[in-house]
């Protein structure tokens, strides 16, 4: 008697767990994680000895220039299209030249159309605008998907730039952040926490019906042990059950 209620506490706990996780799922905000590369190209020098070494651009004198890359990746498992990226630079920089590229796609990405239509007119008193910032479209990125954009970048003080993206697509996150380390291709922090989890309810039947207290730790610190391993079967299941259910 003591150890079916026992099981019915493990099993309603259990299934309130599992469906507050997949409610969780269903309504989660889309998490897209960037990072920036600044690489540093060279700058406008005089020197009294050796002469001038002066960059242009369309025969315009500039301080400084850079290479900065953006890479952008889809972590979440939801397929996302129609998105805007939204670049833009610090006050003290302007974006010369940028390209971007969807890495499952053989097409370059276009301007968001407004920014493509101030950047036709080429009115003197947008010149802020065009060179502050870039607004691309992505029209689809996939989950997993990454995109790539390559920026030249002077800045008038010749001090490293500093670029900001954002995007405002409905149910869509967007925020800086390193690259996650991982184990077997899932992240490894998430995979620790939910085999953790997924290990202390199954150290519950182990204790009920395991008479042997000693076997019983022994087996629950072996599930433990293991319990990062447990946890990346378990992402990787619900991936794939997720693909199954579209």
């Given at each position: 008697?003591?150890?079916?209620?026992?099981?019915?506490?493990?099993?309603?706990?259990?299934?309130?767990?599992i469906k507050g996780i997949w409610d969780k799922f269903k309504k989660r905000?889309?998490?897209?994680?960037?990072?920036?590369?600044?690489?540093?190209?060279?700058?406008?020098?005089?020197?009294?000895?050796?002469?001038?070494?002066?960059?242009?651009?369309?025969?315009?004198?500039?301080?400084?220039?850079y290479m900065s890359n953006i890479y952008l990746a889809n972590e979440s498992?939801?397929?996302?299209?129609?998105?805007?990226?939204?670049?833009?630079?610090?006050?003290?920089?302007?974006?010369?030249?940028?390209?971007?590229?969807?890495?499952?796609?053989?097409?370059?990405?276009?301007?968001?159309?407004?920014?493509?239509?101030?950047?036709?007119?080429?009115?003197?008193?947008?010149?802020?605008?065009?060179?502050?910032?870039?607004?691309?479209?992505?029209?689809?990125?996939?989950?997993?998907?990454?995109?790539?954009?390559?920026?030249?970048?002077?800045?008038?003080?010749?001090?490293?730039?500093?670029?900001?993206?954002?995007?405002?697509?409905?149910?869509?996150?967007?925020?800086?952040?390193?690259?996650?380390?991982?184990?077997?291709?899932?992240?490894?922090?998430?995979?620790?926490?939910?085999?953790?989890?997924?290990?202390?309810?199954?150290?519950?039947?182990?204790?009920?019906?395991?008479?042997?207290?000693?076997?019983?730790?022994?087996?629950?610190?072996?599930?433990?042990?293991?319990?990062?391993?447990?946890?990346?079967?378990?992402?990787?299941?619900?991936?794939?059950?997720?693909?199954?259910?579209?």
């Open positions: 008697m003591r150890n079916e209620i026992i099981l019915s506490l493990a099993s309603l706990i259990s299934g309130g767990l905000i889309v998490c897209i994680r960037y990072t920036v590369w600044h690489q540093y190209l060279g700058a406008s020098v005089d020197d009294p000895r050796f002469g001038s070494l002066k960059l242009l651009y369309n025969d315009n004198p500039i301080k400084s220039l498992e939801q397929d996302l299209s129609g998105l805007e990226i939204n670049i833009i630079c610090d006050q003290g920089s302007a974006i010369l030249i940028s390209y971007g590229k969807n890495r499952e796609s053989l097409k370059e990405l276009t301007f968001a159309e407004k920014y493509n239509t101030v950047l036709l007119e080429k009115k003197p008193e947008n010149m802020a605008y065009i060179f502050g910032r870039r607004d691309y479209i992505v029209p689809v990125l996939n989950r997993g998907g990454k995109v790539d954009f390559s920026l030249l970048i002077t800045n008038f003080k010749g001090l490293q730039p500093v670029l900001t993206v954002r995007c405002d697509h409905p149910g869509v996150k967007i925020k800086y952040g390193s690259v996650l380390p991982k184990l077997f291709g899932e992240p490894q922090a998430q995979s620790a926490w939910i085999g953790s989890l997924a290990a202390l309810l199954l150290c519950i039947p182990i204790i009920v019906f395991i008479k042997s207290k000693i076997v019983a730790v022994l087996v629950a610190a072996i599930i433990c042990l293991f319990a990062v391993l447990l946890g990346i079967v378990l992402i990787k299941f619900w991936k794939l059950l997720i693909k199954i259910l579209g």
